[in-house]
């Protein structure tokens, strides 16, 4: 072993350790190695940042913009808005979320599916009165299966390509990972719907009782009919099916400033009128996109539209010496001087029911705002109020969907057909998304996850120095050497064993790094085609089922599920054995050696 294998051997094991234990972010963690080894001389100074650079590293980053386009335009409410119902079985619902989590993640980012989907599986389990710990598991994994399925799925799909790229001239293409991560994919969800989700153990902290929304608060608003809708000449009541789905409350109906009572709910609605409604911030606006309503103040909304920036909802909470405290949001000009709309007020808990605008705000209020997205932390500062915890409350614009849906749909397939290169195409969906105000411009950067971009930008050129000097041709004749005479099978589910354990402990895209230069080498070894190990790699790198550490999805559902460390491996273990045990057959059958 030579002194650079061995520093740069030192350097993996240091930078595996410290990110098991979790003390330090793996960023930082990544970066750290490389400045390491630039001093240590095993990375040249010149080539120290070009991971930044590389296609891989760019496509993670322009999928995760994209994945809130799709998110923004109301394409994915499409859906989910029509598929999911909470009187459904719970084996039923499992089968159907993760169908949807599956396919969403196979054409954007797994870990932007589970977040779009993990509020609406938390509300359909409270709906049902079930604890939410029963589903969620299964949800993760289903997203985490989807994205094996495409190249832009999932990040180690995109990496693994990029490695055959250099090895063998040519990249994989859009869905050639499809044969073998769809059939892997559809087996894994079948015994998550069918099986797994049977094996979540009863003292996993599952109370059906405690419900994860009980602190979101709820809100009076008003929803306007607009000129054209195909609401109008509905009675107020034929709406109840679409606000029972979205778990809002319809409390009544104002008319040329006045609220109708009597046989209110028998109305038949015309333009201009308001639906009074009571609902969360995320329950309002999937109802207002689904029913293509407009916030009251629609003229204002229009021109805040205008104007180019984003909408975002934010909440704030009143403290004694706020400018609004003890004055309406009409008295302080909030509209005409801050171009932000009062959508609802929520007291000790319960909403204001009567004129929110004209409503005077009290010190403990809860305010929900409208407001142009450059400008929020601008607006809540000069109210003198405190934002409270961010969750990511964009407004959705119904009107941009086919245009979002037709942008992504004409770049996949430009990318699959070879007329444009990958990375060219989806940045060229993010210039239209930003061109047609899909995703605000000030909005772009904010929906790039940089920790992620720093850890592919450090661990590349790691991976390409422990290449050019021998390690990675050390571990596969390793390998190679503990299955002996076997046949390459054989040594193709060693390779996949071992990364899948690699992965159940290590991010997935440090994984893929590490594990794509070694399964090269193995198959030069055995003089074989090396398109068969690289899928190995790329459909064990994804599957990190044992720990909650292995892949961020399985973290985000960690507390929301009440899970503890040692409940994953009871459905994931055998996943993880059938996915092994249908992907090999598939492999040999697609990508012969």
């Given at each position: 072993m030579t002194q650079d294998q061995s520093i740069l051997f030192a350097l993996f094991a240091t930078v595996f350790v410290a990110l098991i234990w979790g003390r330090w972010r793996y960023d930082l963690v990544a970066f750290a190695a490389l400045m390491a080894a630039v001093l240590l001389g095993v990375v040249k100074p010149d080539r120290a940042f070009e991971g930044f650079g590389h296609p891989a590293t760019l496509v993670v980053a322009l999928v995760l913009v994209v994945s809130a386009g799709l998110v923004r335009?109301?394409?994915?409410?499409?859906?989910?808005?029509?598929?999911?119902?909470?009187?459904?079985?719970?084996?039923?619902?499992?089968?159907?979320?993760?169908?949807?989590?599956?396919?969403?993640?196979?054409?954007?980012?797994?870990?932007?599916?589970?977040?779009?989907?993990?509020?609406?599986?938390?509300?359909?389990?409270?709906?049902?009165?079930?604890?939410?710990?029963?589903?969620?598991?299964?949800?993760?994994?289903?997203?985490?299966?989807?994205?094996?399925?495409?190249?832009?799925?999932?990040?180690?799909?995109?990496?693994?390509?990029?490695?055959?790229?250099?090895?063998?001239?040519?990249?994989?293409?859009?869905?050639?990972?499809?044969?073998?991560?769809?059939?892997?994919?559809?087996?894994?969800?079948?015994?998550?719907?069918?099986?797994?989700?049977?094996?979540?153990?009863?003292?996993?902290?599952?109370?059906?009782?405690?419900?994860?929304?009980?602190?979101?608060?709820?809100?009076?608003?008003?929803?306007?009919?607009?000129?054209?809708?195909?609401?109008?000449?509905?009675?107020?009541?034929?709406?109840?099916?679409?606000?029972?789905?979205?778990?809002?409350?319809?409390?009544?109906?104002?008319?040329?400033?006045?609220?109708?009572?009597?046989?209110?709910r028998g109305t038949a609605l015309a333009a201009g009128d308001s639906l009074v409604i009571e609902a969360s911030p995320e329950a309002l606006d999937e109802?207002?996109?689904?029913?293509?309503?407009?916030?009251?103040?629609?003229?204002?909304?229009?021109?805040?539209?205008?104007?180019g920036a984003g909408l975002t909802v934010v909440e704030v909470v009143v403290p004694e010496q706020a400018r609004i405290a003890g004055r309406s949001a009409q008295l302080v000009g909030l509209a005409w001087r801050r171009r932000t709309v009062l959508l609802g007020i929520s007291r000790q808990g319960r909403p204001i029911r009567q004129q929110i605008r004209k409503t005077r705000v009290r010190p403990?209020?809860?305010?929900?705002?409208?407001?142009?997205?450059?400008?929020?932390?601008?607006?809540?500062?000069?109210?003198?109020?405190?934002?409270?915890?961010?969750?990511?409350?964009?407004?959705?614009?119904?009107?941009?969907?086919?245009?979002?849906?037709?942008?992504?749909?004409?770049?996949?397939?430009?990318?699959?057909?070879?007329?444009?290169?990958?990375?060219?195409a989806i940045g060229l969906v993010v210039v239209g998304y930003v061109a047609a105000r899909i995703i605000p411009i000030t909005e772009v950067y904010s929906h790039v996850e940089w920790p992620v971009v720093v850890l592919l930008g450090s661990m590349i050129p790691l991976g390409v120095a422990l290449e050019e000097s021998g390690g990675t041709r050390l571990i596969a004749e390793m390998l190679v050497g503990l299955t002996g005479d076997m046949p390459p099978w054989v040594i193709l589910t060693a390779l996949m064993v071992a990364t899948m354990c690699l992965s159940d402990v290590l991010n997935n895209t440090a994984t893929a790094v590490v594990a794509a230069p070694v399964g090269i080498q193995m198959a030069e070894a055995l003089g074989v085609s090396p398109d068969p190990f690289l899928m190995a790699v790329a459909v064990a790198a994804s599957c990190a089922f044992l720990t909650p550490i292995g892949h961020k999805n399985n973290t985000l559902i960690l507390g929301p599920g009440g899970y503890r460390f040692g409940d994953y491996w009871r459905m994931g273990l055998p996943l993880e054995i059938i996915v092994i045990a249908v992907s090999v057959p598939m492999i040999l059958l697609v990508w012969p050696f």
């Open positions: 335009s109301g394409a994915v409410y499409l859906i989910t808005r029509t598929l999911v119902n909470s009187a459904r079985g719970l084996g039923a619902h499992i089968a159907i979320m993760g169908g949807i989590g599956g396919l969403l993640s196979a054409f954007m980012n797994n870990v932007a599916a589970l977040a779009l989907l993990m509020p609406v599986d938390i509300q359909t389990a409270r709906k049902a009165g079930r604890a939410p710990g029963l589903s969620l598991m299964p949800l993760s994994f289903a997203t985490i299966l989807g994205g094996m399925v495409t190249l832009i799925g999932t990040p180690p799909n995109i990496i693994i390509a990029a490695f055959r790229q250099d090895a063998t001239g040519q990249s994989f293409r859009m869905f050639d990972f499809a044969p073998v991560g769809g059939v892997a994919a559809l087996a894994g969800i079948a015994f998550v719907a069918l099986v797994g989700w049977r094996l979540i153990p009863k003292s996993a902290g599952l109370d059906a009782s405690a419900d994860p929304m009980s602190d979101y608060s709820s809100y009076i608003a008003e929803l306007t009919v607009p000129e054209g809708s195909k609401l109008i000449g509905q009675r107020l009541a034929d709406l109840d099916p679409e606000a029972e789905a979205n778990d809002v409350a319809l409390l009544g109906l104002v008319r040329g400033g006045k609220r109708l009572y009597g046989l209110q109802f207002r996109a689904a029913l293509s309503l407009d916030f009251a103040e629609g003229a204002n909304e229009e021109r805040l539209k205008a104007e403990g209020d809860i305010l929900l705002l409208l407001t142009p997205q450059d400008v929020a932390q601008d607006v809540v500062d000069w109210l003198g109020c405190l934002a409270l915890a961010d969750r990511g409350l964009a407004v959705t614009d119904t009107r941009k969907t086919w245009v979002a849906i037709g942008l992504f749909a004409a770049a996949v397939a430009a990318a699959s057909v070879g007329l444009v290169d990958l990375t060219i």
